[in-house]
């Protein structure tokens, strides 16, 4: 079974760090592309940050861009994501996802695994 488990999410006061983990089962993260993801509430999911099959190119979305930093540890196949600065509009539910296609980001598709979230909240 092809599984993607997230941990790592919390309450935290503006201005404060968070880690989160995703760590993948049944399947390497070698050759696919891998993204962070997330939902507020009342809002479409939208791509934070991703990590090229390449395993060389790595992406932001703006407003995240110098405050977030996506690394995979290959060898125990976990991706991370490292939250700093973090700000008020930065809460909801953080989706890790992969896809094996020769891309930056996972498109979505029915290709696409998913974990089941993580929630992070940003408030003091």
């Known amino acids: 079974q092809l599984q993607l488990v997230e941990s790592g999410g919390g309450l935290v006061q503006p201005g404060g760090s968070l880690r989160l983990s995703c760590r993948a089962s049944g399947f390497h993260f070698s050759y696919y592309a891998i993204g962070w993801f997330r939902q507020a509430p009342g809002k479409e999911r939208e791509g934070v940050s991703c990590?090229?099959?390449?395993?060389?190119?790595?992406n932001y979305a703006d407003s995240v861009k110098g405050r977030f930093t996506i690394s995979v540890d290959y060898a125990k196949n976990t991706v991370f994501l490292q939250m700093t600065g973090l700000k008020p509009e930065d809460t909801g539910v953080y989706f890790c996802?992969?896809?094996?296609?020769?891309?930056?980001?996972?498109?979505?598709?029915?290709?696409?695994?998913w974990g089941q979230g993580t929630q992070v909240t940003v408030s003091s």
């Open positions: 990590f090229s099959s390449s395993g060389d190119i790595t």
């Open positions: 996802a992969a896809e094996l296609r020769d891309r930056i980001c996972p498109s979505g598709a029915l290709s696409t695994i």
